[in-house]
């Protein structure tokens, strides 16, 4: 879900926010690109309009919405010929082309928002098909096509291949599944940080705990996308030896726990910032922590987002408030009544307003198959320094450990 965290950078103003932490409410800076109509939120889209777009329509479904057509309409109309979704295109009538950058986290948190509303199967067919042609030969994904797999970037790949009912185990390159790569970059016990999840390997090999990558890691090892309930309790508290993607989420869940345990939250690492909470990140650690059926650090995280959250989520938008729904509906909160405030009465406002969902239209399970927080895409660090961002990534992207 995830926004994600780790050694990565979101490539995304809204979903880099949505990775940082913040203090207070307060006015966003004027956008470059004016958003759209039909997508949410009010600030520059260009890195994240997809994403935010994607998270949205998942958590109103999640919540039994119905979500406006124009909003579904703006999404579906960001798509490639081939399948594909960039961040954002501002021209979406004009063919993509070689220098279009479409990468596998925006397509693969479209593909979980587009099933989740139904009515898209020949889109989200096309976009699975584009993910499957850019698998890497360990299995994994990298958030462009062509770049090194990331356990983020596999995660959210992962969860769009199950919320649309394909095995991941059965999606191979190289006679590699997704859960190959995942057990690459799981930290053995007796290790520093073991149980934990690296985003990827550096350029010695070595991996380093990343609990951004972990929240993310589990979900994936669970076959989980952004939405995701609480799962059955793990056979071991503690990180313990094994294999197979049970034991690498179970390890990675054990982690998560002990980083919350004391304060409820996890910390931000970005460059140059003071210790303090790092909300996105938390929330997808919420709902790994459920899905992983570890439900007491779960809400006890919950509990710390609902009393500080609110201000972080004002100030960012669409992405953090889908974030907080998401959470909510793993430990099975309220949304409604966060901290006394609505979430989703605030997302809603965002844009174009959903209609109540009727009996007859409840959501698919199969999106709750697909799940996160999430949570988590990520971009790596020298992407985002490329395109001049200069923060670091939780919410399909900053180094966590």
């Known amino acids: 879900m995830n926004v994600r965290r780790n050694a990565a950078a979101l490539a995304a103003i809204g979903v880099l926010a949505a990775a940082a932490p913040a203090t207070a409410a307060g006015p966003s800076p004027s956008p470059k690109v004016a958003a759209p109509a039909g997508l949410y939120g009010t600030s520059d889209p260009t890195y994240d309009g997809v994403w935010r777009q994607s998270l949205t329509l998942v958590a109103q479904r999640t919540l039994g919405y119905r979500p406006a057509t124009a909003a579904v309409d703006w999404l579906t109309g960001q798509q490639c010929a081939d399948g594909s979704f960039a961040a954002f295109r501002a ?49 994994g994904w990298g958030y462009n096509p062509g770049s090194p797999s990331d356990t983020n970037s596999t995660s959210v790949v992962v969860g769009a291949l199950a919320a649309t009912g394909a095995d991941p185990a059965s999606v191979r390159t190289s006679g590699r599944s997704p859960y190959d790569a995942l057990a690459s970059w799981s930290i053995p016990c007796d290790q520093d940080g073991g149980g934990a999840l690296a985003y990827q390997p550096d350029k ?20 989980k996308g952004f939405v995701a309930g609480a799962g059955k309790a793990p056979a071991a508290d503690a990180c313990a030896k094994g294999g197979g993607p049970a034991r690498i989420a179970d390890n990675g869940g054990a982690y998560l726990a002990a980083a919350v345990a004391r304060t409820g939250h996890l910390l931000s690492v970005m460059p140059g910032a003071e210790n303090q909470p790092d909300y996105g990140n938390t929330a997808d650690t919420v709902v790994a922590l459920a899905a992983d059926g570890r439900t007491a650090p779960a809400k006890k995280a919950y509990a710390f987002l609902e009393k500080h959250a609110g201000p972080w989520a004002a100030q960012t938008g669409p992405a953090a408030y889908a974030q907080l729904i998401l959470a909510a509906h793993s430990v099975g909160a309220q949304p409604g009544d966060f901290g006394g405030t609505s979430l989703v009465t605030a997302l809603n406002a965002l844009g174009p307003a959903p209609k109540t969902q009727t009996a007859a239209t409840k959501p698919a399970k199969a999106s709750d198959g697909g799940s996160h927080a999430g949570v988590w895409w990520s971009v790596g660090i020298c992407l985002v320094a490329g395109i001049g961002i200069g923060f670091l990534l939780s919410t399909r992207k900053k180094k966590q450990s």
């Open 91 to 139: 021209t979406p009538a004009k063919a993509c082309d070689a220098k279009t950058m479409v990468d596998t986290n925006s397509t693969a948190a479209a593909v979980q928002a587009l099933h989740a509303t139904g009515g898209h199967d020949a889109a989200v067919t096309k976009a699975v098909d584009w993910l499957k042609s850019v698998q890497n030969k360990d299995g």
């Open 204 to 223: 010695k090999g070595k991996l380093a705990a990343n609990a951004d990558a972990t929240a993310a890691g589990v979900l994936a090892a669970l076959g």
